[in-house]
């Protein structure tokens, strides 16, 4: 829906995944994104996520936004190996959702939007 329909939502929260929208569509509602994944996530990797934040933000810097703009548009939150082991989590793609779902600062972004 993201890169269909991004004006139908105050913010996204994406997690453990890949973005299959369609970027530009996202960049003309200025929809915020919070990209959260797990570094060694045993099913994308955080490759995906990183990719997606640096094509959006070029997307939002070829618009013309400022960088403090685009920063409060678009967030990445990559976990490292200790977020997970602290919290007794073993696999991070399954274990992200659980967590990432409960964690205050996560949830404080999407729900103060």
Known sequence: MMGMRP???SAYLHCSS???GDIATLAESETPVYLV???DDEYYGSEPSETAYDRIRDQYKDRGLSE???NELV???VKDA???ANQGITNQHGGGGTLFSHDPDIMG???NR
Request: without cysteine; proline residues 0%.
């Open 37 to 39: 994944v797990g570094q």
């Open 7 to 9: 004006d139908l939502f």
């Open 68 to 70: 403090r703009r685009i």
């Open 75 to 77: 967030t990445l939150d």
């Open 109 to 111: 972004w999407l729900f």
């Open 18 to 20: 890949q973005w299959d």
């Open 82 to 84: 200790a977020y997970f």
